[in-house]
């Protein structure tokens, strides 16, 4: 009796070392003094709290029914390029503030990671104070709604990518050296509401906001800067943009393919092209203040070619503010029919403002 206690005792033994081992591993560019607990699989519910740091191994799914739970200041490093965690529950992730965030990265410093988070039919989940770096979708989300607020993301190829989703809040975010920022592909256009609000784009190389088959998009006290294009609306894409600054980007707005937009007090400076206006697309543009481009404030292509003689397409960019009132030299920064005879669109730009436009 007393060999076989021993020996019962001594399976226990190695087995709480054989679980603390596989569950405490240290990551390649980890400098933390934490124990590093390793999720993998499936897990039926967690809270990840700021006594460790986490590993996630492979495909982390949270089921149906069940919520994954992370606050304080944790880092949860991604073990290899297709690890991510799949929500199909529900997950939180509330960092502490700007200086003691929950960061989503990968285990090695040269890695980059697919996806971080991909909300796949998922419960209303919330981030706040996270930070997203080296990987191509920070947050990945199909049919999910969910509030993002605080956040940093920085070298993704796109950082938020939103499809089916019905009510999505995203605010106080910053953006930094990534292809595109928010991507937004709701190819039947189901959404309630879509808010980005008081966030701030740098730098991004492609597009700042994408807005593809999007009927209700309210962006809101955003700055925009360096970036490729700050907004590109196509598609059939419908969209507010209001108390705005972009500035020192190649193009400013794109409108494509019947795209539709209303632009009012905003300042867009500084751009090759301010205002891009393509294929059948009349958007609202009022009290904005358009100043300063390298190349054209309103630049229009849409163009028949050898179909003949067409209707012309009017576009009325009225009561802004152009850096100047001299008429002559506003025309001769608005490229459209007077400029070449087969691009069928006039910009009618009268009247104007004669100061500054207050955001």
């Known amino acids: 009796m007393l060999i076989k206690k021993i020996f019962i005792y001594s399976l226990m033994i190695f087995f709480i070392f054989y679980v603390l081992n596989c569950n405490s591993k240290s990551p390649n560019n980890s400098n933390s003094s934490k124990p590093i607990v390793v999720l ?11 006594q ?24 949860m490093y991604l073990a290899n390029q297709d690890a991510k965690i799949l929500v199909r529950g529900k997950i ?25 988070i991909e909300l796949n039919n998922a419960d209303w989940s919330s ?19 969910f509030f993002i607020t605080n956040c940093m993301f920085n070298n993704c190829t796109k950082a938020i990518i939103i499809s089916k989703s019905e009510d999505v809040s995203i605010v106080y975010n910053y953006y930094h050296n990534c292809d595109t920022g ?107 203040n358009i100043l300063y481009p390298t190349k054209f404030s309103i630049f229009t292509e849409f163009y028949w070619g050898s179909l003949g003689a067409q209707n012309m397409d009017t576009v009325y960019v009225k009561n802004n503010y152009w850096g100047e009132t001299n008429d002559s030299n506003i025309n001769r920064y608005i490229y459209d029919n007077k400029d070449n005879s087969n691009n069928f669109v006039i910009i009618i730009y009268q009247p104007i403002q004669e100061s500054m436009i207050i955001n």
């Not at 993998?40 to 700021?50: A, K, L």
């Not at 460790?52 to 880092?75: C, H, K, M, Q, W």
């Not at 939180?92 to 990968?106: C, E, L, M, N, V």
């Not at 410093?109 to 996806?115: A, G, R, Y």
Request: proline share 2%; hydrophobic share 30%.
């Open 182 to 288: 928010v991507s937004i592909d709701l190819s039947d256009f189901s959404s309630d509401s879509i808010e980005i609000k008081n966030c701030q784009f740098n730098k991004c190389k492609n597009y700042a906001v994408e807005i593809n088959r999007t009927h209700i998009l309210n962006l809101d006290i955003c700055s925009f800067f360096d970036c490729g294009t700050a907004i590109y609306a196509t598609d059939e894409s419908k969209f507010q943009l209001n108390n705005s600054i972009i500035s020192n980007s190649e193009t400013g707005v794109l409108f494509d393919l019947s795209a539709y937009g209303y632009l009012a007090y905003n300042t867009i400076e500084s751009c090759k092209y301010n205002i891009h206006i393509r294929r059948n697309c009349f958007p609202r543009i009022e009290y904005n």
């Open 127 to 145: 981030f706040k104070f996270c930070n997203f770096s080296n990987m191509k979708y920070g947050v990945l989300s199909n049919n999910t709604n």
């Open 92 to 116: 939180t992730a509330y960092g502490i503030d700007s200086t003691k965030s929950i960061s989503f990265k990968p285990q090695k410093d040269d890695m980059l990671i697919n996806t971080a």
């Open 52 to 75: 460790n740091d986490y590993l996630i191994e492979g495909i982390v799914t949270i089921p149906e029914g069940y919520e994954l739970s992370i606050s304080g200041e944790v880092a």
């Open 40 to 50: 993998s699989g499936i897990v039926n519910g967690y809270q990840c709290t700021e």
